[in-house]
């Protein structure tokens, strides 16, 4: 059983291990660069923001939230046409990273824009007095004061984007997922489900540790 063990270890479960830490972390940097614009635009075009365009805030926050109530298998199937216009193909590893991004970054947005939110609006004001540009503001008083609150909220994003891979994989994309499904459930084999499980919770366990490291240095 040791050496079945070590054997599929090899040759598949370690491959599958990475091809998760890949999507995982192309997907997180992707949504969280997109989050991050959406969550600038919201905040500023906001009635209370710094350039405010109700039009323009209800129209972006109105696709936000539909984006977001999708459930992400779903928006997997939805989406297919645009994955393949980016990546040429529906299935695979790279194939995944199209609906993880756009399944995460709605999320990601709204984390960021609640912790641009609760920045202390007296040193925005203040900020506003010494002649500082909307740029500076934004980047120098708004975003560096919540940046503790952004880093835990995509701490957070970043393990949902790690389960979202786990369905991915039910659907062609690879990763932990379909060792679990192809593997583990359709060869009724208990053992590769435990084996994936415990990989992802490690995981997900180091991402927080992480996260939480950074949190606690830059608070």
Same mark, same amino acid.
């Given at each position: 059983?040791?050496?079945?063990?070590? /054997?599929?270890?090899?040759?598949?479960?370690?491959?599958?291990?990475?091809?998760?830490?890949?999507?995982?972390?192309?997907?997180?940097?992707?949504?969280?660069?997109?989050?991050? $614009?959406?969550?600038?635009?919201?905040?500023?075009?906001?009635?209370?923001?710094?350039?405010?365009?109700?039009?323009?805030?209800?129209?972006?926050?109105?696709?936000?939230?539909?984006?977001?109530?999708?459930?992400?298998?779903?928006?997997?199937?939805?989406? $297919?046409?645009?994955?393949?216009?980016?990546?040429? &193909? @529906?299935?695979?590893?790279?194939?995944?990273?199209?609906?993880?991004? $756009?399944?995460?970054?709605?999320?990601?947005?709204?984390?960021?824009?609640?912790?641009?939110? /609760?920045?202390?609006?007296?040193?925005? /004001?203040? @900020?506003?007095?010494?002649?500082?540009?909307?740029?500076?503001?934004?980047? &120098?008083?708004?975003?560096? /004061?919540?940046?503790?609150?952004?880093?835990?909220?995509?701490?957070?994003?970043?393990?949902?984007?790690?389960?979202?891979?786990?369905?991915?994989?039910?659907?062609? @994309?690879?990763?932990?997922?379909?060792?679990?499904?192809?593997?583990?459930?359709?060869?009724?084999?208990?053992?590769?489900?435990?084996?994936?499980?415990?990989?992802?919770?490690?995981?997900?366990?180091?991402?927080?540790?992480?996260?939480?490291?950074?949190?606690?240095?830059?608070?």
């Amino acid at each position: 059983m040791k050496t079945n063990f070590l /054997e599929f270890a090899k040759d598949i479960l370690i491959e599958a291990f990475f091809q998760t830490l890949y999507m995982t972390a192309v997907a997180t940097i992707f949504a969280t660069i997109i989050g991050f $614009i959406i969550a600038i635009t919201l905040v500023i075009t906001d009635s209370n923001g710094l350039r405010p365009n109700k039009k323009l805030n209800d129209v972006l926050g109105g696709i936000i939230n539909t984006v977001r109530s999708f459930p992400f298998i779903i928006l997997m199937v939805a989406i $297919i046409p645009l994955t393949r216009f980016i990546v040429g &193909k @529906a299935i695979g590893v790279n194939a995944a990273l199209v609906p993880l991004t $756009i399944g995460a970054a709605p999320f990601i947005a709204r984390v960021i824009e609640s912790a641009l939110k /609760e920045v202390d609006k007296g040193l925005i /004001e203040a @900020a506003k007095s010494f002649g500082a540009s909307d740029f500076q503001i934004i980047f &120098k008083v708004m975003i560096k /004061e919540a940046m503790p609150s952004i880093v835990s909220g995509i701490t957070l994003s970043t393990i949902s984007i790690l389960g979202y891979t786990a369905m991915a994989g039910a659907v062609g @994309a690879g990763g932990l997922g379909a060792v679990a499904l192809t593997y583990g459930y359709q060869k009724f084999d208990t053992s590769v489900m435990l084996y994936t499980v415990l990989i992802l919770i490690v995981i997900v366990q180091l991402i927080q540790c992480i996260g939480n490291l950074a949190y606690k240095k830059l608070k």
